[in-house]
Nanobody, 112 residues
Framework: QVQLVESGGGWVQAGGSLRLSCTAS?????MGWYRQAPGQQRELGGD???????NYADSVKGRFTISRDNARNTVYLQMNSLKPEDTAVYYC?????????WGQGTQVTVSS
């Protein structure tokens, strides 16, 4: 069972920045971030493979940067130019083949 521990959420004004971190207890091929706003479905924010292939949702392209430290099994999400619509619970995930593992979620609140 892979365990993921997130940190770095919080409150910020629109236009500000936050950095999320997530460390996995084991190596996973994919790591990334989903987010879920109140009353909305969970959606992908971005993910990255061990070899560095990156995928972003259109809504965050140009504002969010995902990176990964394989030696530490850690993935980061640098979020810049935050908007109120970025307010959500952000969930870190790791994937091995078809099995997904999830963190507990961290709240990000962006005020206008």
């Amino acid at each position: 069972q892979v365990q993921l521990v997130e940190s770095g959420g919080g409150w910020v004004q629109a236009g500000g920045s936050l950095r999320l971190s997530c460390t996995a207890s084991e190596t996973t091929v994919f790591m990334g971030w989903y987010r879920q706003a109140p009353g909305q479905q969970r959606e992908l924010g971005g993910d990255i493979t061990r070899s560095g292939n990156i995928n972003y949702a259109d809504s965050v392209k140009g504002r969010f940067t995902i990176s990964r430290d394989n030696a530490r099994n850690t993935v980061y999400l640098q979020m810049n130019s935050l908007k109120p619509e970025d307010t959500a619970v952000y969930y870190c995930y790791g994937r091995i083949l078809t099995k997904y593992y999830w963190g507990q979620g961290t709240q990000v609140t962006v005020s206008s």
